[in-house]
């Protein structure tokens, strides 16, 4: 695609389910994340938490970055 076409890509939303499973956690650990304010960003559509997977992925980059720097 081209960028001076007009289309816009963004990132799909996936909901709690989806997200614990391709984090590897339970959903209850991603709740406990979502109540202390840690974990992946999320948006909150009609009460219903969803994730966008390219947010969830640079969190997970910046744990990354977290992790190389206390070497």
Known sequence: MNENDG????????DSREIAAYLKV???TLSRWRS?????????LGGIARY?????DAWLAGLENG?????
Do not use: K, N
């Open 7 to 14: 289309t816009i890509v963004a990132s799909p939303l996936m």
């Open 26 to 28: 339970s959903e209850s």
């Open 36 to 44: 202390a304010g840690q974990g992946p960003p999320f948006l909150r």
């Open 52 to 56: 966008r997977l390219d947010a969830v």
């Open 67 to 71: 992790h190389a720097s206390e070497g």
